[in-house]
């Protein structure tokens, strides 16, 4: 595996929230039922994606005691770099910390742009594809939402310039059912 640029500590906010991802992923691989307590280290290094390298403290959920800790490698492509790869959409994971970002912050965009006094609710990111070119990261997406009672799907592309905000670039509602 090509390092791209090496392997450096992560101190990024969407840690923890990959940490409790890796003991679900855990528990439902290995029967287990431990519980989240905190990432005890955290590093990631870039390749296709970003590749993280956890040790997370964990919590022996039957006994409520402290079981120690786990190892977790994962490869996300939240943050996928162009530089040597094809280019053009790719199939991302859906619980990947960028992408969930991007779905929130298209939430976030959906409910400034309507006079709906009822709030959109994410309830599900049911696809997500991602494109890197030059310094943007596209993020194009289809979420399932709720408002009040109803549930509705929107089609939305997002970007972000790599070290900036999201942008919400285009969106649909979506009129399949849910």
Partial sequence: MA?????????CAEIDNLGRFAVEQ?????NAVLEFARVVKAQEQLVAGT?????IEVIDAVFGCLYGSIAYCALLT?????GGHSPGWKEVPVHDPAVQHAA??????IQQRS???LPYVLQEILHAKAE?????????????????????KF????????????????????????
Avoid: P
Wanted: proline share 0%.
């Fill in 51 to 55: 590749l993280h390298h956890l040790t």
């Fill in 104 to 109: 929130n912050h298209a939430i976030t965009s």
């Fill in 132 to 152: 890197v070119i030059d310094e943007f990261e596209k993020y194009n997406m289809l979420l399932k939402v709720k408002r009040g009672e109803k549930e509705e």
């Fill in 26 to 30: 855990h528990n439902k691989k290995e």
């Fill in 3 to 11: 390092t791209l640029r090496g392997l450096s500590d992560s101190n």
């Fill in 115 to 117: 006079n709906s006094l």
């Fill in 78 to 82: 939240g943050s996928l770099n162009s």
């Fill in 155 to 178: 089609n939305v592309e997002v970007h972000r310039k790599k070290e900036s905000g999201f942008l919400l670039n285009h969106m649909e509602q979506d009129h399949s059912k849910c």
